[in-house]
């Protein structure tokens, strides 16, 4: 343990939180991703975990082996429905859940919280136009949701639907499996048991949303300069690509919210300075106080140890194929192009380059999909070379076998940070030594997601190859959290399938899995059996696993910061307090 990681758990546990300060964050990721309709993992949940409010959530805990810290607590719920408190019933399908009084929109009026608002935001997840890619987890989960997003796309069939037409849908179907009792009560039916159904409905996108949502276009501007908060924290100014400003909302009650606390006046985040050591650079000049986007580790000589609390790593990166592209004759879209590919990759030089970045997370080469430490993990490497340094004559080999002997050109997108160009570079050149010609295309956050996101640009082949990164969604019980979203037949759009890889093999040992949820050995089966065929396909290339670093690099004046495993290990923002409070004397603009 640090030095600095001594002083500020010492601090959290003897000392009081002093009130009062602008928590100020910086870094490149963007700032105007927060309908909590859309918003699936880091770094936009940290935020929206300070205005949206879930039925479940996770309680920060200081030591991240405390079971507390990955097990599903009532948030906006009275408890978590289970057969003891007879929430749940026999068949483990049917959830009576009750909110919690005291939970109020910071409306004008405040007004409470209610079923209906639950079930309204349940609904908006089904929006054609910002899925967000956690869906399958509730299609496959929900009774008649699956059906429910169908029906809403064949009714929207506009690229550009109103707000109202949108509204109107919503508001004239149900989810069948979603009742509301009265204001206070529902009932969610299931379609079979799932043990995880507690930390599905703790996603972020599970947020309940006020009926003001309805005159917004999901994911809008105008919507994110009208969110509505029933957390400690509202938003209050956002300069789209710049900046975000949070403050107190006054409809909070910490007595109605027991898994946030509220310490501070402000939280800023400001984007630029997109390389970890520009940001740290920040931090240690007293411009900024933490990270925003980016993995910035305390000063180390040495790797970070685990920092012990058992839980998965993931899968961060990985190369993606568009087996849909139409390029050199749809050359993606034969499995034996794929296996080729996959055999040129330097793994090593990859690992390196994060190594070298700063970012502070732990690296192992990887050869799967499930990474260590989550359910469902195998020890599988199919194409595996020496030193994990590539073999560019095999690749090529196999390439002439496959037709392509003389040649091919893909088009690869990455982000526009040093990193991930540098990565880009990297795997550019494996193929390149086999004989393929890779011209990358760097696009910002917002381009680069809009475009992977689009199954119609997909299938136009406005690319071939990208680099993507997948993390847990929650711990334990998660068999489902990486094949599920990653390779299950799907059009929607941001989904997380983003090569739109389909076999219908696949999708039925998914079914399998998910219907055998209480019987651990054959849905472990089940997904080893569906990760192997996905890999005998080549459908991506596993690079690396890895964890992000613990502690994360914070400001001398950040106190409380605890990193939650939900969130990446990301720190609660709202547990976070300062001292001092104010700015020190001579501190750089931020």
């Known amino acids: 343990m640090t030095v600095s990681e ?113 079930v309204r935001g349940l609904k908006r997840l089904a929006n054609p136009l910002t899925r967000p890619a956690a869906l399958p987890y509730f299609t496959s989960t929900i009774r008649g949701m699956a059906r429910y997003c169908e029906d809403y796309a064949a009714a929207i069939r506009r690229d550009d639907p109103t707000a109202e037409e949108l509204a109107a849908f919503q508001n004239s179907h149900d989810i069948p499996g979603v009742l509301v009792l009265d204001d206070e009560s529902l009932v969610i039916e299931l379609m079979r048991p799932a043990i995880d159904f507690a930390a599905i409905m703790a996603l972020p996108c599970a947020s309940p949303a006020p009926v003001e949502y309805d005159a917004f276009v999901p994911g809008s501007p105008e919507l994110h300069r009208n969110l509505r908060s029933n957390g400690p924290y509202r938003p209050v100014r956002l300069v789209p690509g710049r900046e975000l400003r949070l403050e107190p909302n006054p409809a909070w009650r910490q ?51 685990d920092p012990g609390d058992g839980l998965g790593l993931s899968l961060d990166p990985y190369l993606v194929f568009n087996v849909e592209s139409p390029t050199a004759g749809g050359a993606l879209a034969d499995v034996r192009v794929r296996r080729a590919l996959s055999f040129a990759i330097d793994k090593a030089a990859i690992a390196d380059l994060y190594r070298r970045s700063g970012s502070g997370a732990l690296v192992r080469i990887a050869g799967s999909v499930v990474p260590p430490g989550n359910d469902a993990h195998q020890e599988l490497d199919l194409y595996a070379t020496p030193g994990s340094r590539g073999d560019a004559a095999k690749c090529r080999a196999l390439l002439d076998e496959a037709g392509h002997g003389s040649g091919l050109a893909l088009t690869a997108v990455h982000l526009d940070t040093g990193l991930d160009a540098a990565v880009a570079r990297s795997y550019a050149a494996d193929l390149e030594k086999a004989g393929v010609t890779v011209r990358l295309v760097a696009l910002d956050h917002d381009a680069r997601d809009a475009l992977l ?119 609660d923002l709202a547990g976070v307090w300062l001292d001092p409070p104010d700015d020190p004397p001579g501190t750089p603009a931020g």
């Open 6 to 118: 001594q002083r500020a758990d010492a601090r959290w546990s003897e000392d009081l939180p002093r009130p009062g300060g602008t928590l100020r964050l910086h870094g490149p990721a963007p700032v105007h991703r927060l309908d909590p309709s859309a918003s699936h993992q880091a770094p936009a949940d940290q935020v929206v975990r300070l205005f949206a409010r879930q039925l479940f959530g996770y309680v920060p805990a200081p030591d991240l082996r405390d079971w507390r810290a990955i097990a599903p607590a009532p948030d906006l719920a009275t408890d978590v429905p289970s057969t003891y408190n007879t929430g749940m019933g026999a068949r483990h399908t049917n959830y009576v859940v009750h909110l919690r009084r005291g939970v109020f929109w910071d409306t004008a009026p405040a007004r409470e919280v209610t079923a209906h608002d639950v």
């Open 255 to 305: 007595e109605s919210d027991p898994l946030r606390r509220r310490h501070l006046d402000a939280i800023e985040i400001t984007v630029g300075d997109a390389e970890p050591e520009h940001v740290a650079a920040r931090i240690a000049s007293g411009a900024a106080d933490l990270p925003w986007g980016v993995r910035v580790a305390e000063p180390h000589d040495a790797e970070p140890g």
């Open 453 to 571: 996101g689009d199954p119609r640009r997909a299938a136009a082949g406005e690319w071939d190859l990208a680099a993507a990164s997948w993390s847990p969604d929650w711990y334990p019980a998660n068999g489902r959290v990486f094949l599920q979203p990653m390779f299950q037949s799907g059009d929607s759009r941001n989904a997380a399938n983003r090569g739109r890889y389909r076999r219908p093999e696949v999708d039925r040992l998914i079914e399998r899995a998910l219907a055998t949820i209480e019987e651990p050995a054959r849905s472990t089966a089940a997904w080893n059996q569906a990760e192997r065929t996905v890999l005998e396909d080549a459908a991506v290339v596993p690079v690396l696993f890895q964890r992000p670093a613990v502690p994360g690099l914070r400001g001398p004046r950040v106190r409380g910061a605890v990193p939650m495993p939900a969130f990446g290990h990301a720190y």
